[in-house]
């Protein structure tokens, strides 16, 4: 079982649609959450962190920590073309600052 | 404010040589960490930096190392270097984690590494 798991995608939604981002982790000790965008070529770009249960709301972007279920979400509002990325999602295991990744969701949004 | 910065962007190495990598944190940063990312993955934890000392380290071997400077900029050494070291190499800064929490990282540009 992988530590970080992401569908590969693509995710493709229309433009103005809502966009659902999904991630599980292994360590069931894992504090602090992490959702990474990164156009192609480019580095990560972080545009969410969340460390508690429940929803976290930044503009047109909400996480969703789940740790019972070991699951974390990232919804994009309103979609838009260029948010047509791919979406890492990271996580910190227990007692460690190091940064685990999955392998990334690629969204297309279409106009 | 500038961000994280990372030198060089680019570079073509044959196998065997080795290579330095280098990085300045964002201001007010004072922890390094280095990542690999392979073409379609995400990145892999190669060491983290802080007090000028190697605090966590991830699955990598011995040829992989790296330095931290009084002023927080860090190193990354690769020697006897391998194809399969081909990549985009990554710095991250953040600042050091507070209890119950961890500061989020923030990515440089990265150096892509060409090993022909």
């Known amino acids: 079982q992988k530590e970080v798991e992401q569908n590969s995608g693509p995710l493709s939604v229309p433009e103005g649609a809502i966009a659902s981002l999904n991630c599980t982790y292994s360590?069931?000790?894992?504090?602090?959450f992490f959702w990474y965008r990164q156009y192609s070529g480019k580095s990560p770009e972080l545009i969410m962190s969340?460390?508690?249960?429940g929803d976290k709301e930044d503009g047109r972007f909400t996480a969703q920590l789940n740790k019972a279920s070991q699951y974390v979400s990232l919804l994009i509002r309103d979609s838009q073309p260029s948010d047509s990325a791919t979406y890492l999602c990271?996580?910190?295991?227990?007692?460690?600052?190091?940064?685990?990744f999955g392998t990334g969701t690629r969204l297309q949004v279409f106009p | 404010d500038a961000g994280v910065t990372q030198s060089p962007t680019h570079l073509i190495k044959t196998r065997g040589q080795q290579v330095t990598l280098r990085c300045s944190p964002k201001?007010?940063?004072?922890?390094v960490s280095w990542y690999q990312q392979a073409l379609g993955q995400g990145p892999q934890f190669i060491f983290q930096?802080?007090?000028?000392?190697?605090?966590q380290r991830g699955n990598f071997p011995d040829r992989f190392s790296g330095h931290q400077f009084p002023n927080y900029s860090s190193e990354l050494n690769v020697n006897a270097l391998l194809l399969g070291d081909s990549a985009l190499y990554l710095c991250?800064?953040?600042?050091?984690?507070?209890?119950?929490?961890?500061?989020?990282?923030?990515f440089g540009d990265g150096t892509r590494l060409s090993i022909l």
């Open positions: 991250a800064s953040s600042r050091r984690r507070a209890r119950d929490s961890n500061q989020p990282q923030h």
């Open positions: 360590d069931r000790g894992s504090q602090s």
């Open positions: 969340i460390y508690s249960n």
């Open positions: 990271a996580v910190t295991p227990w007692n460690t600052d190091k940064l685990i």
């Open positions: 201001s007010g940063h004072d922890t």
């Open positions: 930096y802080y007090e000028e000392e190697e605090r």
